[in-house]
């Protein structure tokens, strides 16, 4: 199974990103999903998830309200719609694959994933 992560790139602050996640090996549909981003010298941390129908999602406090995550299960890819950018969201940012299928929780922890990315980096400059 392999995540490609994109769109990741340098934007200044209060502008917009996409990022998109393209899924091979494994179709996606009957999966949760979900973003996390690791700032330089900080642990990785949970940014948002989204459900295997894709309806349901669930978003960090820092996030919400900002960002929005999104699938389309037709297209095997998953999204991240990155709004009212910070300089404090400056990380790189992974797609992850969620274990087990039909899974009707979300995860904000590492282990409840099964599947990463490489990872894209996103800069916000102030």
């Known amino acids: 199974v392999q995540l490609q992560a994109s769109g990741g790139g340098l934007v200044q602050a209060g502008g917009s990103l996409r990022l998109s996640c393209a899924v091979s090996?494994?179709?996606?549909?009957?999966?949760?999903m979900g973003w996390f981003r690791q700032a330089p010298g900080k642990e990785r941390e949970f940014v948002a998830a989204i459900r295997w129908n894709g309806i349901g999602t669930h978003y960090a406090d820092s996030v919400k309200g900002r960002f929005t995550i999104s699938r389309d299960n037709t297209k095997n890819t998953l999204y991240l719609q990155m709004n009212s950018l910070k300089p404090e969201d400056t990380a790189v940012y992974y797609c992850?694959?969620?274990?087990?299928?039909?899974?009707?929780?979300?995860?904000?922890?590492?282990?409840?994933?099964?599947?990463w990315g490489q990872g894209t980096q996103v800069t916000v400059s102030s």
């Open positions: 090996g494994r179709i996606i549909s009957t999966y949760g």
């Open positions: 992850a694959v969620r274990r087990g299928y039909y899974s009707t929780t979300y995860s904000q922890d590492d282990a409840g994933y099964e599947y």
